[in-house]
């Protein structure tokens, strides 16, 4: 029905940037919330960033002021712009998004994580 395809991941030193991409497709109405968690080795998925359709943002206080979030409503993906990046930032990165299908239903839906690594 609805796929997320994420890319961009890498491997990055500290400091560096990365841009992740997120493009969902199939069987869409439209999108509302869309966002960005991670999950590093042995811990739990946490948000790192959400974005509604009007484009308001929220960002776990982690990443404030180093990341940013935004989305091309017309596209159907969403970016997550990492600058600044720590030690602390490597984990897999999923992307998130609540679709309205054609049929009506309202599902949730995740990407198949892309790894984010920054080492020196």
């Known amino acids: 029905q609805v796929q997320l395809v994420e890319s961009g991941g890498g491997l990055v030193q500290p400091g560096g940037s990365l841009r992740l991409s997120c493009t969902a497709s199939g069987s869409i109405s439209s999108i509302y919330a869309m966002g960005w968690y991670h999950q590093a080795p042995g811990k739990q998925r946490e948000l790192v960033a959400t974005?509604?359709?009007?484009?308001?943002?929220n960002y776990a206080d982690s990443v404030k002021g180093r990341f940013t979030i935004s989305r091309d409503n017309a596209k159907n993906t969403v970016y997550l712009q990492m600058n600044s990046l720590k030690l602390e930032d490597t984990a897999v990165y999923y992307c998130n998004a609540g679709i309205w299908l054609r049929d009506g239903a309202r599902e949730n839906y995740w990407g198949q994580g892309t790894q984010v690594t920054v080492s020196s």
């Open positions: 974005i509604t359709p009007a484009r308001r943002t």
